[in-house]
């Protein structure tokens, strides 16, 4: 069920994601060949607290980590560990936080210096993907609309959805 929110908490959620946006940013800047993903769990982790909020992952459902690192053909969820990012990777990093009360919540893919053509359309298309989606963010739209915008799209370039991580909602609660 998809609850309204207040002024208030849209702008709490707000507060959780810019902290989520601007770490993302930080921890993409950081993204190299030789860079293990320890090192970037540690860059996000600094982030959050130095920025009065708690990384959400750490300890939910006992996940070790404040950032999940998903490598190459790891699909959402890896947990960081010493492996080096080599040129040709990619790396999904998923990061969230929790502050005042609220989530933010957000995930970006990076390629580690220069990649496969594959690999460099994968990410173009799963972004472009997300800016059909949320031009369906629409009143009188259903989440159904939102979806179909994405697989459709991403399905029209011969990539597909993982089902059962298509997203959630945010505010209160992580999931």
């Not at 993903?37 to 404040?66: C, Q, V």
Request: aromatic share 8%; charged share 20%.
């Amino acid at each position: 069920m998809i609850y309204l929110k207040t002024e208030q908490e849209i702008l709490k959620i707000k507060k959780s994601s810019q902290i989520v946006a601007l770490g993302l940013e930080k921890i993409r800047k950081q993204v190299k060949p030789g860079m293990t993903l320890l090192e970037l769990d540690s860059i996000a982790e600094e982030h959050a607290l130095s920025n009065g909020a708690i990384p959400a992952f750490k300890g939910y459902h006992a996940y070790p980590a404040s950032l999940c690192t998903s490598v190459n053909s790891v699909v959402v969820h890896g947990i960081p560990n010493s492996y080096k990012l080599v040129e040709g990777d990619i790396v999904g990093l998923d990061y969230g936080v929790y502050c005042e009360g609220f989530y933010g919540d957000s995930a970006i893919t990076v390629a580690v210096g220069t990649v496969s053509e594959t690999a460099d359309k994968l990410i173009n298309v799963t972004k472009q993907s997300l800016f059909k989606g949320i031009s369906e963010a629409l009143p009188g739209n259903r989440l159904g609309d939102i979806g179909y915008a994405i697989q459709s799209f991403a399905e029209s370039f011969g990539f597909s959805v993982v089902r059962n991580f298509v997203g959630h909602g945010i505010g209160k609660k992580l999931h």
